[in-house]
């Protein structure tokens, strides 16, 4: 594919739906609206939105028995005959989010009806990053914000409008705790000082990265949570190098999304408030949230700090120079070609 070829039928697919689908149009239009805010740490910041029409996805239900109970709004056959797509490899089909956080955002279904679980499509997830530069490809898992976890699919929005990508530059020199690297990939980690726990990687090679998220991902399954370890998954593609961010996951939900009264806020932490931006569709919550109480629902959300320590041990005696630990053969199998 045409690097550039994509994202060209992309923006045209935004422009044209947000023109003939009344729906997609007036929530693109909304968000011109939506009220924000910054709350700023020790060289890092969170930015709020208060975005009224995310309460779909913000207060989804996800339990078995709900899911079984509603038809799948991303197979074909269920979707708004208005809504159109783009083919992309020739098993997804991209679409436009019509409950958007961004003026592009957009989510690319398998055209399978098959669960969110991302190791077999980690591969799919690079080429789309590649193809899409201006976005972020994001996963969440289906305990970690995936409002249709029993359909898999990755969602895209504008990468510039993740506070994350502003605070990097800065806070890894400063915070961040090298784990590996070679001559394509680096690996480092953030910590408590920046609220998540977090595995950063940044790598010019597809198999490569892939090789090094596969790691990672059955060191989680060690954590014997039930199903797909819990997890956030970021990436992007820029002057020829994929970065990516692994957020592990503790909890889908913090005690203060199920609280009655004053104590309740309706916030459901996805990627996309992982990387820093913090969803929230009740006025009521976006005008009380703090500092104090951003800091202990990622506290609560994120891996906690022993098992991230453990995990970072397992991450730098997984490569060459003590492949006894993590054996490269081990993964070989599960590495797509990157053609």
């Not at 590996?180 to 010019?204: C, M, P």
């Not at 992007?236 to 009655?260: I, M, S």
Request: glycine share 6%; hydrophobic share 40%.
């Amino acid at each position: 594919m045409i690097e550039g070829s994509l994202e060209r039928k992309v923006n045209e697919l935004i422009d044209r739906q947000t023109q003939e689908w009344e729906l997609a149009k007036a929530n693109y239009t909304g968000l011109e609206k939506v009220e924000s805010k910054t709350f700023h740490f020790d060289g890092f910041c969170i930015m709020a939105q208060f975005n009224p029409e995310r309460i779909r996805s913000s207060g989804a239900k996800t339990d078995a028995e709900s899911i079984q109970a509603r038809a799948c709004f991303l197979c074909a056959d269920n979707r708004p005959a208005v809504q159109r797509g783009i083919d992309f490899l020739g098993k997804y089909i991209i679409l436009i989010n019509p409950y958007p956080i961004f003026p592009q955002h957009l989510t690319v279904a398998l055209k399978e009806h098959l669960p969110q679980e991302i190791e077999p499509y980690l591969a799919d997830m690079l080429k789309l990053s590649q193809a899409l530069p201006g976005f972020t490809v994001f996963y969440n898992g289906p305990k970690c914000g995936a409002s249709a976890p029993d359909h898999f699919h990755f969602q895209a929005g504008n990468k510039r409008l993740l506070p994350v990508y502003h605070d990097l530059e800065t806070i890894v020199p400063r915070l961040g705790e090298l784990l590996f690297q070679d001559e394509t990939t680096v690996i480092h980690a953030l910590g408590k000082d920046f609220l998540r726990n977090v595995l950063l990687y940044s790598s010019t090679s597809p198999v490569s990265l892939c090789h090094h998220l596969h790691v990672a991902l059955d060191a989680l399954k060690e954590r014997g949570q039930e199903g797909e370890p819990m997890l956030n998954l970021l990436v992007n593609f820029e002057d020829g190098r994929w970065q990516a961010l692994l957020f592990p996951r503790d909890q889908q939900r913090p005690w203060q999304y199920f609280a009655e009264g004053p104590a309740r806020i309706l916030m459901s932490p996805a990627s996309v408030e992982m990387a820093g931006l913090v969803i929230l569709p009740r006025k009521e919550d976006f005008d009380k949230l703090t500092n104090e109480n951003l800091a202990d629902i990622y506290q609560q959300v994120t891996i906690n700090q022993h098992e991230f320590d453990l995990l970072k041990v397992r991450i730098k005696n997984g490569f060459p120079g003590n492949q006894q630990a993590f054996g490269r053969e081990k993964f070989t199998n599960k590495i797509d070609r990157y053609e």
